[in-house]
């Protein structure tokens, strides 16, 4: 069964676009049904307007706890049937009750080779550490921060003359290619978590 797709952002949403221009061009088994942020601002929201997609703005603010804001994205996120949730640069942790009610179907993309760099500035602080290899992660997202069962990670080097910038570019280019197979797999249901481990099912007969 083809699976509804919720994307979460915060800002830009290149990975939302990444993952919109993979379905259309490649398929991944699954519908985007619904753009969400909770930011008014949000580029992603244009990006999904573009591409016919419903988007829906919440502002945390109009809400008194984090709980009361969640149990209004999970009300919205059930009248649209929604299989799996997509994090996209969404700059907002999500409640306990939230993982719990969407438990092994919410994913998140992190900036960095995790465990190392968890936090809002992956890219920066491996970067300022110092360190020759960082990458990206997907993974599922569970009560903890950025700590959920790894999915996919792609490593690039970091050469001794370059820039934040490069850095920030090479980790977004990486980022585009993993995140759209993740979504696919999930939707493909070839994603089997046995404790911290995910294996990918079928990985060596199809992409
Ligand atoms: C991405 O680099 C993503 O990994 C990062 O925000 C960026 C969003 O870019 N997320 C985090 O740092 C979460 N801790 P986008 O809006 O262009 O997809």
Known sequence: MVKRIAVFASGYGSNLQAIIDYNKNNGL??????????NKNAY????????NIRSVILDPSDYGTREEFDKSIIELLEGERIDLVVLAGYMFLVSPEFVRKFKNRILNIHPALLPSFKGTHGIKDAYEYGVKVTGATVHFVDEGLDSGPII???AVDISQDESMEDLE??????EHEIYPLAVKYFCEDRLKIEGRKVKILNKNNIK
């Open 29 to 38: 088994n699954g519908e985007i049904a619904l753009v969400f942020s909770n």
């Open 152 to 154: 996919v990670q792609k």
């Open 44 to 51: 992603a929201l244009s990006r999904a307007n573009k591409n």
């Open 169 to 174: 570019e090479k980790i977004h280019r990486v």
